[in-house]
């Protein structure tokens, strides 16, 4: 384990299916990301949460929804996803200063698959 | 075309080869990361370079600031170290928390 822990490991999910991937870090780290990973493309990023910002990318559909409680849990909601969606969902961690990211830790991601 | 270009995309080596992955980017940096991303996703994070060169066991990172591009060396390089190395810098234009990847360096080594 890497400090990162991401649930589910694998998903399976209909178009129709509400679902949520946790994600939780006990590494005491001020920053918490989801990133998604498709075949043949570079990581990303979906959503940052840090005490210094909270950032979407745009281009993110709004069948994806984010709740961050805590600095220590991130989740990423799904409902009404498409095939398209189908990726490696990895969650991330570090301690933003100084305008430097230190300790960048990954969880071991979520394979999620659209049917 | 992306900030972050590596090469080459892929590689293969027989064991014991000396390895070098190169990222040159386009943006000014604060700082350049190399990751290492095992079949089944998990990515560890290797190095956090903003100068000069950093060595962790066989591994070495080195940059160079005003060429903007970087190079990961594997000397001795083992099976096990069969991955993908993923290049990533943070922007100076954007906040600490955002990084910029590359697409990744399938390396292969075979016994």
């Known amino acids: 384990e890497t400090g990162v822990t991401q649930t589910p490991r694998h998903l399976v999910m209909g178009m129709t299916n509400k679902k949520s991937l946790k994600c939780e870090q006990h590494?005491?780290?001020?920053?918490m990301y989801w990133y998604k990973q498709s075949a043949k493309k570079p990581l990303e990023l979906m959503f940052v949460?840090?005490?210094?910002?909270?950032?979407e990318n745009n281009s993110v559909p709004s069948r994806f929804s984010p709740e961050c409680p805590n600095s220590s849990h991130l989740f990423l909601h799904l409902h009404t996803l498409q095939p398209e969606d189908s990726a490696l969902y990895l969650c991330?961690?570090?301690?933003?200063?100084?305008?430097?990211?230190?300790?960048?830790?990954f969880g071991s991601g979520t394979r999620l698959t659209v049917v | 075309k992306n900030e972050v270009e590596q090469s080459p995309q892929n590689l293969t080596a027989q064991e014991g080869e000396f390895i070098t992955i190169n990222c040159s980017y386009s943006?000014?940096?604060?700082?350049l990361h190399w990751l290492q991303q095992h079949p089944g996703g998990g990515i560890v994070s290797l190095f956090m370079?903003?100068?000069g060169k950093k060595k962790h066991g066989r591994l070495i990172a080195t940059i160079n600031i005003q060429e903007k591009h970087s190079s990961l060396h594997i000397t001795a390089s083992h099976p096990r170290d069969s991955a993908v190395y993923i290049c990533a810098v943070t922007s100076k234009e954007t906040s600490g928390s955002r990084l910029t990847f590359g697409e990744g360096t399938q390396l292969t080594v075979n016994p």
């Open positions: 370079l903003s100068s």
């Open positions: 949460y840090s005490l210094e910002e909270r950032v």
């Open positions: 590494l005491g780290h001020n920053a």
């Open positions: 991330a961690s570090s301690q933003v200063s100084g305008g430097l990211n230190y300790g960048y830790t």
């Open positions: 943006v000014g940096i604060s700082a």
